[in-house]
Every structure is written in structure tokens, then in C-alpha cells.
């Protein structure tokens, strides 16, 4: 009798539980980041459980990888297990979340998401707008261990505005390990952002394996220190860099196109090219000797470009650079090109001679050689297919509208080229240098380049300029934040400065700017923050309360 008493008791205990479980009632909210267009329906919630299948077309191998990556999400966030199966129809979705791609959605990366009392459906017109969808889903499940989540009905749906939605990282100024490059691509997966841009050379390292060319990593990918504060003449003295092999920018590049996000390469050209002239010498004017550079900024030495055997040498790099990344885009830099050593190289000037290069009231005779030299150098990646991206100083130095211009001393150079005819990608340094401060009051900040960009200022950056003409704005492709790493050191501060500036980045790039509210956006960054949390990213916590921070305080 007392034996069955107690086990009545306890039978009670568990029901009392049990029923105290299903009482916390979880439920997903699909005003997410970048925020959707989220129709509610009349009707009872879905609920989700672990005994929910994710469906995808049978045999399409990246459909069946966004059914991991769903699989992978639901079950970090809420603990419980869902099996992917392959499925011939994707129409019968009962009771279970089916991916599906349907050739009626018009954006190439727009997702409709519909979630019904019997299923979910998430479709794309490609397997990257799926992608898209699912993480919305994602981001929308509360954290925390749950046996049911209830999926409002609704539909919703999203479609980028931009095709460039890009981040850039610099390997060079610091040296960042493979898995610190998954986890950048990691952190912008999440955040809808399918470009990214990858500064692999400069004067202070050589950063990516060339095999005909050895030296370049193996004397270019080592400095003697690093600068101690802001180009202080403190130089830590110990010996810095590294460099990524072939096999392991495949696999990054392999692990990014997974997540639907294309890498473009920096090779930098004929400027930021020291760590290639302290191994090849005979690359400068001067023939050297140089160094792998210590400071940070612009030096007079570039690249000789009187010499044929400079473009030889630039055309292997980039036969083996061609040959490892798949995407169009090839960026070769162009900025900071000092012409200083051009004036007094015999070289050089015979070179400008030859050509016929005369220098006019608006361009010199250097600014046209470096045209030329740029000219060489996009007419023989064409030739693999490919187009060049170059930094904004290439409108001043007529190269054919071929080229795409990054437009990064500010705003107005990618308005002029965007007339002149080029396709355009707006990264102006105010606001879009992630590497520059997140607010005016900096003295309690990890130490950064300078500027100020708050989030407010790049939730309010609005890529395409109120004059451009009707039929000029299609050339703006997009807008990327870039990471220079000078003072960045390590993968947490990478972090601190990306996060949230590239959520609000990631709302500027999908959403119609009438739909845009800042408001709204921190609202919605609460749970976005919850989740860098649960995947234990550092990121600015302040930003999300502070206001006014373009205001020194
Ligand atoms: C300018 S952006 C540079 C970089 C620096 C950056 C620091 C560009 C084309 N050149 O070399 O790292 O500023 O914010």
C-alpha cells in the first residue's frame, strides 16, 4: 500500500511537470535580421517538434545541404533533432518543414517562407534564396532546450535589394587562422551577406601561396614586428605573419560557397606591393633591398612597371589566383600608388614615351601609366574571363568601364563612376570602415583605426546617391563594410567591430529604404544579440543601448 501511495505520488509529480512544460509556450518571431515581409494568417501555429522531417528535392546536393544547415540550427538553438529526407514531390510537405525551389519567385535570392497548421514550405528561386529563408527560421526559434516550438502561420517572404552584399577582411595587416575565416563567413551567413572580400596581399605580408613564386611567402610573409600604438616608432620587434596554402583557401573557399557566399581576392597592384618587392627585388624601380614593411599607411615604393618582366611576373600570380577561385571578380587594387618613383625611373619614363602617354591638365603622364598598367593587367584576366574590381583612385587613371569601382574615400567617387558608366560598390570610410570606432567617446574602446561610424550612421547609409540619374542606379551593385586590421589582433576584436555594424549593414543592403526604421532595428537586434551570445561571438553590446554616440559624450 505505501509502495503504490508513493508511486502515485511521483506519477502525479512528473504529470505536474510535464504539464508545466508544455505550458511555457514557445514561439518563433519571424521580425528578424534583415527584416522580412511577414503576412500573419488566421489560423492555429505549427509545432515544430523533433519528430518533424526537413524535406528537399531528391538529388540536388545543395538542397540537401540547406536541410543540414536547418537540421544543424534547430538543433543548437533548441535541442532537439529533426531527420532530413529526400523527397521526389516536394509539394507534400504534411507535418514536416520542406525546402523547394520554384522558378516563379523573381529575385534570384528571394525566399518565401509559408507556415500553415499542417507545414512549412521554404522556397527559393535557387538553393541561395532557400538558404536565406532558413535563416529567418533560424533566427526567429527562441534559445533554449524546448520539445515544441510553435511556428505562427504566416507568410513571409524577402527579396535582396542589392546582388553585393559584401564584407571585406584583411589577412595581411594581421594574420588571421583558417577557422577565424570560417568563422567571418559564419558570422555573415547569418546576416543574409554573399561577398566577401579578401585582402591577402600588402606591404606589411604576403599572405597567399604562389608556387612559381616561393619567395612571396616564404620571405613575404614575415615582418620583424609590429608597430606598438598609432604609428608609433615602437616596433614590438618580434617577427610576425603566415600565410595560407592553396589547399586551404580551397577549402575556405569550398566552406564559403557552401553558405552561398562567393570570395573575391585582393591581389593589391602596383601600390601595397612590399612584401612582394622585399622577396623579388628586381620588382621595384630601385631593385631594393626592401623589407617587409612595419608601418602601417603609404610608401613611395610600387611596383616598377617599366619593366616587362613585372607584368610576366604579376600575370603568374594571377594564373594561379585565376585557377583557385572560381567567382568573376578579381580585385587588384589600384589605391595608394605613390608615382613618385615612376617620375625618376628611366624605366618607367621610357615606358611612358613609347606609349605616348602625355600627361593633360587633369591626369599626369604617371596617373596614365598606371592606366595602362591596369589595362594590361584586366585585359589578360578577361581573357581567363574574368573582371576586375579596383579601389576608386582607377577613375583617374582612364581604364575602361569594364571595371568595377570600389568606392572608398567616400560616397561621391561611385556616383561619378556609376556615370561614367561602371558598376559600383559603395564602401565609403564614413560609415562603412569597420576598422574606425563605433563612437565619438573612444576612451573606453579597444583601440581602432580612428573615425566614427555608429550604427545608427550605417543603418542611415544609403548606397545609391539622391542625384543619380533613373538610369544610372542600376551600376550600384551594392555596398560592403570592410575590416582593415592594422590594431585588430585577434578574432574577438574582429568581432567587436563587426558586430552589430553588419546587421544594420545586412538591413541597408535587403530592405526597400521605406522600410527601414532604426527604431524597429534595435528592437529586433535584442534577440539577433541573444543569438552572437549563444554562439559566444563578441560583439558591441553598448551599441544596442546607446544613442547619439556620433556626439562626443
Ligand atoms: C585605407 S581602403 C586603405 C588601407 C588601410 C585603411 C585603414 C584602401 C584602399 N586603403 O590600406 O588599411 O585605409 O582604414
Known amino acids: 500500500m505505501k509502495v503504490k501511495a508513493i508511486i502515485a505520488i511521483l506519477l502525479a ?36 517538434s523533433g519528430q518533424c522531417l526537413v524535406n528537399y528535392p531528391m538529388g540536388n546536393r545543395n538542397m540537401e545541404r540547406n536541410a543540414q544547415f536547418l537540421s544543424q540550427y534547430i538543433e543548437e538553438i533548441t535541442g532537439m533533432h529533426l531527420s532530413i529526407r529526400p523527397v521526389i514531390n516536394t509539394q507534400e510537405g504534411k507535418g514536416n518543414i520542406t525546402l523547394a525551389l520554384d522558378p516563379k519567385i523573381s529575385n534570384d535570392e528571394g525566399y518565401e517562407m509559408l507556415v500553415t497548421p499542417r507545414g512549412v514550405t521554404i522556397k527559393g528561386k535557387t538553393a541561395a534564396g532557400v538558404f536565406y529563408g532558413i535563416q529567418v527560421l533560424r533566427q526567429s526559434i527562441p534559445i533554449g532546450n524546448a520539445a515544441v516550438v510553435y511556428l505562427p502561420a504566416a507568410q513571409v517572404s524577402s527579396d535582396p535589394r542589392f546582388s553585393y552584399r559584401g564584407m571585406h577582411l584583411d589577412c595581411v595587416r594581421h594574420f588571421f587562422p583558417v577557422s577565424t575565416v570560417k568563422h567571418y563567413i559564419d558570422m555573415m551567413a547569418l546576416h543574409g551577406m554573399n561577398r566577401l572580400h579578401w585582402h591577402l596581399t600588402d606591404d606589411q605580408g604576403w599572405r597567399i601561396e604562389i608556387k612559381k613564386h616561393p619567395r612571396l611567402t616564404e620571405v613575404g610573409g614575415w615582418r620583424k ?36 557566399i562567393t570570395i ?7 601600390g ?31 611596383l616598377c612597371v617599366g619593366k616587362d618582366q613585372t607584368l610576366r611576373f604579376v600575370k603568374d600570380i594571377l594564373d594561379e ?24 625611373c628611366p624605366r618607367c619614363q621610357q615606358r611612358i614615351h613609347d606609349l605616348g602617354l602625355k600627361a593633360h591638365d587633369k591626369q ?23 573582371r576586375i574590381i579596383g579601389w576608386d583612385e582607377l577613375l583617374g587613371c582612364d581604364v575602361d568601364t569594364t571595371a568595377t569601382i570600389m568606392s572608398w574615400t567616400g560616397a561621391e567617387p561611385g556616383a561619378r563612376g556609376a556615370m561614367l558608366g561602371h558598376d559600383v560598390i559603395m564602401t565609403p570610410n ?18 581602432a583605426f580612428g573615425g566614427c561610424a555608429t550604427l545608427k550612421m550605417v543603418y542611415d547609409f544609403e548606397p545609391i546617391a539622391g542625384n543619380l540619374p533613373a538610369d544610372k542606379r ?60 549563444f554562439y559566444h561571438w563578441t560583439y558591441r553590446a553598448k551599441s544596442l543601448v546607446m544613442e547619439n554616440e556620433d556626439k562626443a559624450q
Open 13 to 48: 509529480c512528473l504529470a505536474v511537470t510535464a504539464l508545466h512544460a508544455t505550458d511555457d509556450i514557445v514561439r518563433a518571431d519571424y521580425r528578424v535580421v534583415p527584416l522580412p515581409v511577414v503576412n500573419g494568417i488566421k489560423s492555429a501555429d505549427f509545432s515544430l
Open 225 to 260: 614586428g609590429t608597430i606598438l600604438g598609432h604609428n608609433s616608432p615602437v616596433n614590438d620587434g618580434i617577427r610576425y605573419g603566415g600565410y595560407y596554402t592553396q589547399d586551404e583557401i580551397r577549402d575556405i573557399i569550398r566552406y564559403a560557397a557552401d553558405r552561398y
Open 264 to 270: 573575391i581576392p585582393e591581389v593589391d597592384m602596383p
Open 272 to 302: 601595397h606591393m612590399v612584401a612582394a618587392m622585399s622577396a623579388y627585388p628586381e620588382l621595384g624601380c630601385t631593385g631594393g633591398p626592401y623589407e617587409v614593411w612595419c608601418m602601417w599607411g603609404v610608401t613611395d615604393d610600387i
Open 321 to 344: 589566383v585565376v585557377a583557385l577561385f572560381p567567382g568573376e571578380y578579381i580585385h587588384i587594387g589600384g589605391d595608394e600608388s605613390p608615382r613618385v618613383r615612376w617620375q625618376e
Open 364 to 386: 599626369s603622364a604617371e596617373a596614365l601609366l598606371q592606366g595602362w598598367f591596369t589595362t594590361q593587367v584586366q585585359q589578360y584576366l578577361s581573357q581567363h574571363g574574368r
Open 430 to 447: 564614413t560609415p562603412l570602415y569597420f576598422d574606425h570606432y563605433q563612437t565619438k567617446s573612444t576612451w573606453n574602446e579597444p583601440m
Open 474 to 533: 542600376h551600376h550600384i551593385l551594392g555596398a560592403q563594410g570592410n575590416v582593415w586590421t592594422e590594431y585588430i589582433t585577434c578574432e574577438p576584436q574582429i568581432d567587436y567591430q563587426v558586430l552589430p555594424r553588419m546587421a544594420a549593414l545586412s538591413e541597408v543592403l535587403w530592405l526597400d529604404p521605406a522600410n527601414k526604421d532604426y527604431s524597429d532595428f534595435k528592437a529586433r537586434l535584442t534577440h539577433l544579440a541573444e543569438i552572437y551570445k
